[in-house]
Structure formats: C-alpha cells, structure tokens
T-cell receptor
Framework: EAQVTQNPRYLITVTGKKLTVTCSQN?????MSWYRQDPGLGLRQIYY???????DKGDVPEGYKVSRKEKRNFPLILESPSPNQTSLYFC?????????????FGPGTRLTVL | KQEVTQIPAALSVPEGENLVLNCSFT??????LQWFRQDPGKGLTSLLL?????REQTSGRLNASLDKSSGRSTLYIAASQPGDSATYLC??????????FGAGTRLFVKA
C-alpha cells in the first residue's frame, strides 16, 4: 500500500532532550516536507526537500533540523526541544516538482514537550 | 510573502444544502492549489488539486475553482451529508515549492 509513515505517533518528552521523528514514504517520491499544526494557526511548513541531499527552509524552521540521505526517508530532528514546539507534526510527500503532483500526508505525530 | 485566508472559519448547515467554502491568497504567482479534508485527530486527505493554468476541477459532489487574477479559490459541495463534516483546508504551492496553508473552515452538517 502506498503510504507515508511517521514514528512515533505520540511522544511526551522534556525540555532539552534531543529527539527524532521519522518519516518514510514507499512511493519513490522526490519531494518531502514537514509541517506543524497548531490551533488557530493552521499548518505551517518547517522544512522541505526536493531530492536527496537537497533541503530548504519553510516558514518556521527555527529549532528544527532535517536530513535527506535516502530518497524514502526524511527525519525531523529537534536538538533541544522546548515547550513551544509542542504541536501536531505532519510529514508529506509528492512525486516531483510537477504542478499536477498531489501532496500525500502521513498520519501525524503529536509531540508534547514538558 | 504569501498569505492564505479561509472564510468562514466555521459553518453549520442542514443536510442536503449546497455550500461554498472560500480561500483567498495574496500572491498570484502560484504553482497549484490543493483542497484537503481533515477529520478530528486524523491526517489530511487530498480532495482536489488545481494547477495554476486550470480554472476548475471536479470530483463527485465537489467542485473547486481557481481565479488567479483575483487570488481566490472556492470549494463547492453539492447536496451536503453528515459525513462531510470535517475541517477543510486549502494549500497554495509557490514556485519555490514552499506550501502555505489557510487556517481551515470547520464544517458541520446536521442530519
């Protein structure tokens, strides 16, 4: 089944403890992206990647890192999480740069930073 | 900087009613516009994608239009059903492949 998977789905952690949220897609998509969703603010893009080793900042990249060493994986790294990073995180992918390509979303990761 | 606004923020309608959700954007230099549905506590499901060169797309009871010059898109839902209750999001993708979402319209269809 074609899908975007994220792990973990739920995570409670403490301030300053490094964590990684994994994202993987099995559709051979070139484009991958991370978003956070907060009440009243909608989804905001954190980082995106147009191919292996090519990443760029979205609207809210502060406090996050990403890497794209393999086409299928796009992990989101929080080196020193803070309470304002408590949010619902979504990973998405699309086939290519083509304007016809739909973005497919993972199920989300709910992160709480105490 | 691209800004995307969705009006209304919430909408409650009786079953069977036709309805229109609105999405406006400030920069007309877009690559495409996509409408999504989000159920509570769930991920996003793509409904329709309109390329910048297109005027509308249809899927079943859904019709989305795009007017780049005025910076507007509408999602028309015909003969609404209780199962249509969800939050509807529009997302604008720019040439740099940044994607900007609106805050969404929360729809409740009463049986």
């Amino acid at each position: 089944e074609a899908q975007v998977t994220q792990n973990p789905r739920y995570l409670i952690t403490v301030t300053g403890k490094k964590l990684t949220v994994t994202c993987s897609q099995n559709m051979n998509h070139e484009y991958m992206s991370w978003y956070r969703q907060d009440p009243g603010l909608g989804l905001r893009q954190i980082y995106y990647s147009m191919n292996v080793e090519v990443t760029d900042k979205g609207d809210v990249p502060e406090g996050y890192k990403v890497s794209r060493k393999e086409k299928r994986n796009f992990p989101l790294i929080l080196e020193s999480p803070s309470p304002n990073q408590t949010s619902l995180y979504f990973c998405a992918s699309s086939l290519s740069r083509d304007s016809t390509d739909t973005q497919y979303f993972g199920p989300g990761t709910r992160l709480t930073v105490l | 900087k691209q800004e995307v606004t969705q009006i209304p923020a919430a909408l409650s309608v009786p079953e069977g009613e036709n309805l229109v959700l609105n999405c406006s954007f400030t920069d007309s230099a877009i690559y495409n516009l996509q409408w999504f549905r989000q159920d509570p506590g769930k991920g996003l499901t793509s409904l329709l994608l309109i390329q910048s060169s297109q005027r509308e797309q249809t899927s079943g009871r859904l019709n989305a239009s795009l007017d780049k010059s005025s910076g507007r898109s509408t999602l028309y839902i015909a003969a609404s059903q209780p199962g249509d209750s969800a939050t509807y999001l529009c997302a604008v993708r720019g040439g740099g492949f940044k994607t900007i979402f609106g805050a969404g319209t929360r729809l409740f269809v009463k049986a």
